[in-house]
């Protein structure tokens, strides 16, 4: 059992889960490098998807529910996908902003 350190109650680890999933879902995807070097099959596709929509539509920011619409993600690829978002985050190629 975890403690919500905002509202104080106590949740269980899968809820903790699940509420930052929901709020990776509500954030935007901002794109820092444009550099895949050593990055797996998942990162590299987005990172890629991410260079796409700058450079042909000049969007700077996606929200990442619309990158997972792109890619049809759902169950086990859904979690990969929001790791690896996670991962590119913590290396520093894109930023997750909050809405």
């Known amino acids: 059992m975890l403690v919500d350190?905002?509202?104080?109650?106590?949740?269980?680890?899968?809820?903790q889960v699940e509420k930052e999933a929901q709020r990776l879902l509500r954030s935007i995807a901002v794109p820092l490098r444009a550099t895949t070097w050593k990055?797996?099959?998942?990162?590299?596709?987005?990172?890629n998807y991410l260079r796409t929509q700058l450079q042909w539509r000049g969007r700077n920011e996606l929200t990442v529910r619309d990158v997972m619409q792109h890619f049809n993600?759902?169950?086990?690829?859904k979690n990969e996908f929001l790791d690896a978002l996670?991962?590119?985050?913590?290396?520093?190629?894109?930023?997750?902003?909050?809405?």
């Open 5 to 15: 350190s905002l509202s104080g109650t106590w949740r269980t680890m899968s809820q």
């Open 39 to 47: 990055c797996g099959r998942v990162e590299r596709l987005l990172v």
């Open 73 to 77: 993600l759902k169950g086990r690829r």
């Open 86 to 99: 996670k991962r590119l985050e913590k290396r520093r190629i894109i930023r997750i902003v909050a809405v």
